[in-house]
């Protein structure tokens, strides 16, 4: 009786476009079991008749099994890059044309929280102008639990790892007592949430609407299709000189739009900040340009293979990174295992590894790089998490739950 109704909900839950492998993990009748106890129902086909008729039980369902993570101010570089994008176009924006910002498969709303701090304080916006805003953020997400969550701006202590940025204290935007966050109710009235997914939910969106697109760590749960049709959703609704930003083991070429944008100019690597290749650009000269910021413009595999034979090739950890963020993926990971094999050892460079290993399908090889980063740093909290999404895909959800355990105790980020 347990298989027939692990089938049926695995069926109900691939129509949500989860990947085959995750959902039919040795997970899944565990879990199950767990939520038969938990609404008193005799049989477990019971259970797969209610997440067949109840998308608010469908949603938790696939919140276990897509595993929503964040936390504030993740990816630190990403909200430094907005402060600075923010107040460089301050006089874009006004109550009658506020900033627009998405958080895609938001959970519990902190990213979308974070991405209001970073604005609204680039813009100076402080209690003077309570109720009077310039920025506005939406959110959406499977899980009606994890909505309802933001929706009353419920945190918990897990959601700040590591050190907050002073300019997020300004005018008491996020207070901490006792360990737990705190985000004031004039930054929480700047966020909505909704129930939704995607691609679905984005499609009703309109074109180039979205000044802000955060879309991270969706992709890897997702089948093929799915993500190439949130990547076409995903262009179509950020505006022409907006920013996308994406997730530190997904690349663009997932989403099938590595054509269509190219790194963010003067954004550090680490922010996974990208425009549209159409976008009009500031000029930078050469010598003025910042070196993380040099990028290339792939419209078309000719110049693109062009450009690669005029670049220097990388023979550092830093110009390995650079290769990366332009998707020049072979070079970066030539010269990375050409430093790996001259005897470097550099967390990062075993991060840097592993990354471009997920990015080229090899799940086995990035899951031995990740481990000899987290040997070398127990608490490094991108590979932790990583390596759980992968213990997940491969059904050993008990691994997934400790690596997250460790990563949530750690608070440590990428060296």
Known sequence: MIDDACDRIASRLLKERLQPELVRSAGLPSLVAERCAKHRLESPIHYAEL?????????????QIAVPETWLFRYPASFEYIRRWVGDRSRDWSVDRPLQILSVACANGAEAFSAVVASSSALGIGRAVDGCTSVRAVGIDPNAAAVDAARRGTLGRMALR?????WAADGDAVTVA????????????QASFLVGAAPESLAAMPAESIDLVFCRNLAIYLDADAR?????QLLRILRPQG????????RPALFGCERSIHGAPGADPAAFAFVHASARLPRVKDEERPENSRIS??????SRRESQRRSPQPTSLAEARRAADEGRLDESRSAALALHAGGSREPSLLHLLGTLALAAGDETEAEQWLRQVVYAVPNHDEALLTMAVLAERRG???AGRRLRQRAGR???GTP
């Open 243 to 250: 920013i996308l930003f994406l997730g530190h083991a997904e």
């Open 162 to 166: 590591g050190e907050m940025p002073a």
């Open 297 to 302: 413009s792939p419209q078309r595999r000719d």
């Open 410 to 412: 750690g608070g440590g």
């Open 51 to 63: 997440v067949e008729r109840d998308e608010a039980e469908l949603g938790w369902l696939r919140s």
């Open 396 to 398: 050993d959800l008990e």
């Open 228 to 232: 190439q049709q949130i990547g076409q």
């Open 178 to 189: 006792d360990g737990v966050p705190t985000v004031h109710e004039r930054i929480r009235a």
